[in-house]
């Protein structure tokens, strides 16, 4: 069966076809249409898969693990920087390995079209010494997918998938199985020492999975998606990973003369890398994201070999790969279109006409305008765009539920006034503990939680706190006196403003949640609302 | 619109790719979907410098953002009607006369044609009705794959549509 699928689809087709009982994950660009496709799909409603978004990547993770640990295939997706909030779970479940197959897809993000870093997740798989798949077409993603979860379970060790925007974002033809593979049933198999880490355990368990390394390579050798190419013309040779491997095809249409080694499984095939600098003068390393493979093939030894990619200039240092990227590594002609337009003036995002955290600026604009030396922080959603003009009014934004704590850290340094604005979902995702932490010093912050009920910037996902803020709040401490909800609309101005002002002046830990629902959902329930009228 | 002409490509049986855009920019800003078709396989999802056939645009300035990766026979099919949500967006008529420097161009007001013929919401299919010569696809095969994508939804869905792609093939030259 052909369906066009983009590459995220394509991997949550190639789950569910391989079985897959429960799909966890935190909404993240470019990964959120993987849990979306599942959600949507039939077949994991007939089976019941686990489908309902986690409260963070690190909740997500370990329930992913909770799943393996009883025998079932778990896939758990997230953004390259949600891999840092699940780091602890996720290199620890290395360290215990998996009893069902338990695949880790993370989406990494050069260029940065809609993230804060373009740090390459390859390194978290070294890191946590396990196997890590890098597809280089949708198709590939989707085949890859039931031999990760085979891999996963033959070598009882979370399986890494890394991709990149390009391939999550870009849709191909994919051929599918007819019919998908039976889930795994509930076994008890994993009573094993190894799930307890102890010191005493874990020590065991650490000689195990480095004894297991040579193993892993040794795979990556022989696997079906590393291949050695051979090319007539030795005077080069190139490597070239994942969608890398695409562009440096698109630059030879009939065919590359150079020998050609594509890596899409790791850990590095090194017999395979040492064929080629061994048979070619020079070798160019293409690789969409940091210079990961050119930097273990450089080393720090002298050596024959001259090593052209990233490091060395013939590719950009940072960003995106591009079919001209290569070419100008090549040294091929790159076409000539019509020269840029100079008129063009540029189109930032902006938030939504109506949106509710307009008014949250523009009241905090005019309370502030007492306070010269007031300063804002930030945290990650659509309100990060209060950084863009008129707004003018974030002062830092630096990673999930930062706002909160970065603001008592000023606080504590004798900042006054501090100011932390956050999303709804953000909070839940790793605020809450950042407000205990105030709460129990009554440091002297106003924290904003501006609450849309839905995750905002992704689509639209459901927001896990939803309908709880206030009991949230008061269970981590606060009273309420310094706990007020405004609606944010233009025409409560005057109140907002005045509530802001009382919150700023008093000397101690407040919350304020302005709350409106999202324009982006709003709209869209009133369209099925008017659908279903048009049914009855 | 890129769903239309996914359709057609994968009913004949060609490859297709699709880069899209989603997350951040998708908040009022710039946002561009590279899209290639071919009786070959396609390596690359992303479109070289001076190699795209075909822009299809929304808006005017937004069609010559992208001047860099249209070929020199290369077509520009836009909406003329200019989306303003920025302070310093150029003056309309220097848009026009960057447009009109391009060998190959098709600005409607499909807005306006949309409005006319009381199809308000097929204002998009216009366009892809005045691309069908750029794009190399026969007229009834983009017909055909109006027809599976808005069946789902209905006659009267796929008679607007229809009608819009007609309109837009008039505009062609």
Redesign the interface.
């Known amino acids: 069966m052909?369906k066009?699928l983009?590459g995220d689809e394509a991997i949550a087709q190639g789950a569910l076809d391989a079985g897959l009982s429960g799909v966890y994950a935190y909404p993240g660009?470019?990964s959120?249409?993987i849990t979306e496709y599942i959600q949507n799909s039939k077949l994991a409603v007939e089976r019941n898969v686990h489908r309902r978004w986690c409260t963070n990547e690190k909740t997500a993770m370990e329930a992913a693990l909770g799943m393996s640990f009883m025998g079932k295939r778990a896939l758990v997706c997230m953004k390259h920087v949600g891999l840092n909030v699940c780091a602890d779970p996720f290199v620890n479940s290395g360290m215990t390995g998996v009893n069902g197959g338990l695949v880790v897809l993370v989406a990494d993000d050069p260029s940065m079209?809609?993230s804060q870093d373009e740090q390459d997740s390859r390194f978290y798989g070294k890191f946590a010494m396990i196997p890590t798949l890098e597809p280089s077409t949708q198709q590939e993603a989707y085949d890859m997918m039931e031999k990760a979860y085979e891999l996963s379970e033959e070598v009882c060790l979370p399986v890494l998938m890394r991709v990149t925007t390009?391939?999550a974002?870009?849709?191909?033809?994919v051929e599918v199985k007819e019919t998908p593979r039976a889930e795994n049933e509930l076994n008890y198999n994993a009573e094993a020492s190894h799930w307890v880490l102890l010191p005493g355990n874990a020590i065991k368990r650490n000689i195990t999975v480095t004894g297991q390394q040579a193993d892993l390579e040794q795979r990556a050798v022989a696997s079906e998606y590393n291949k050695y190419i051979d090319g007539a013309d030795h005077s080069m040779g190139i490597i070239a990973t994942g969608?890398a491997y695409?562009?440096?095809?698109?630059c030879y249409p009939d065919g590359c003369p150079y020998p050609v080694l594509k890596i899409s499984q790791y850990p590095m095939p090194k017999e395979l890398i040492r064929r080629m600098t061994a048979d070619c003068d020079a070798v160019l390393i293409a690789e969409e994201g940091q210079p990961f493979v050119e930097d273990l093939v450089r080393g720090v030894m002298p050596g024959n070999a001259v090593i052209k990619g990233r490091l060395t200039g013939e590719l950009p240092r940072t960003g995106e790969l591009?079919?001209?990227a290569l070419?100008k590594a090549l040294g091929l002609p790159?076409?000539?279109?019509?020269?840029?337009?100079e008129?063009?003036?540029?189109?930032?995002?902006?938030?939504?006409q109506g949106c509710g955290h307009r008014d949250v600026y523009t009241a905090l604009n005019e309370v502030l305008k007492e306070y010269p030396n007031a300063r804002v922080f930030g945290d990650i959603g659509?309100y990060t765009?209060g950084f863009m003009p008129p707004f003018k009014a974030i002062h830092s934004c630096v990673d999930m539920g930062a706002s909160i704590t970065m603001a008592k850290g000023a606080a504590d340094a004798g900042q006054w006034p501090a100011v932390a604005i956050i999303g709804d979902s953000t909070f839940t995702h790793s605020g809450m503990t950042g407000l205990l932490d105030a709460i129990n010093e009554n440091a002297n912050i106003t924290v904003i939680i501006s609450d849309n009920l839905t995750t905002g910037?992704?689509?639209g996902q459901d927001s896990a706190g939803t309908g709880k803020f206030e009991a949230i709040c008061r269970g981590l401490g606060m009273t309420d006196e310094h706990l007020k909800v405004v609606v944010p609309l233009p025409k409560n101005m005057p109140e907002i403003t005045q509530v802001m002002r009382d919150e700023i002046n008093y000397r101690g830990t407040s919350v304020i949640i302005p709350r409106r629902e999202c324009m982006q959902t709003l709209q869209r329930h009133l369209k099925q609302k008017k659908a279903q009228e048009a049914k009855q | 619109m890129k769903t239309d002409i996914g359709e057609a490509a994968m009913h004949e049986n060609l490859y297709i790719k699709q880069a899209e855009v989603h997350g951040m920019s998708q908040r009022g800003g710039d946002v561009q979907s590279n899209l290639r078709i071919s009786s070959n396989p396609i390596h690359s999802d992303l479109i070289a410098k001076g190699s795209a056939d075909v822009i299809i645009s929304m808006e005017p300035m937004e069609a010559l953002r992208y001047l860099p990766f249209l070929s020199k026979d290369g077509w520009i099919i836009t909406s003329s009607k200019p989306f303003v949500n920025i302070p310093n967006y150029p003056e309309v008529e220097t848009v026009m006369a960057d447009l009109a420097k391009v060998k190959n161009v098709i600005t409607l007001d499909i807005e306006q044609l949309a409005k006319d013929n009381e199809i308000p919401r097929s204002a998009n299919v216009i366009l892809l009705g005045a691309a069908q010569k750029a794009l190399g696809i026969e007229y009834d095969k983009l017909e055909n794959a109006i027809r599976r994508v808005f069946g789902r939804k209905g006659d009267a869905v796929v008679d607007a549509n229809l009608k819009a792609l007609a309109i837009g093939k008039e505009a062609q030259r």
């Not at chain 1, 974002?169 to 033809?173: E, G, I, L, Q």
């Not at chain 1, 008129?343 to 939504?352: D, F, I, K, T, Y």
């Open positions: 052909r066009l983009l660009t470019p959120t249409e079209h809609s390009r391939m974002h870009s849709r191909a033809v969608i695409n562009y440096l095809m698109e591009s079919p001209d070419k790159v076409s000539e279109g019509y020269p840029s337009c008129n063009v003036a540029p189109r930032p995002p902006a938030l939504c659509c765009l910037m992704t689509g």
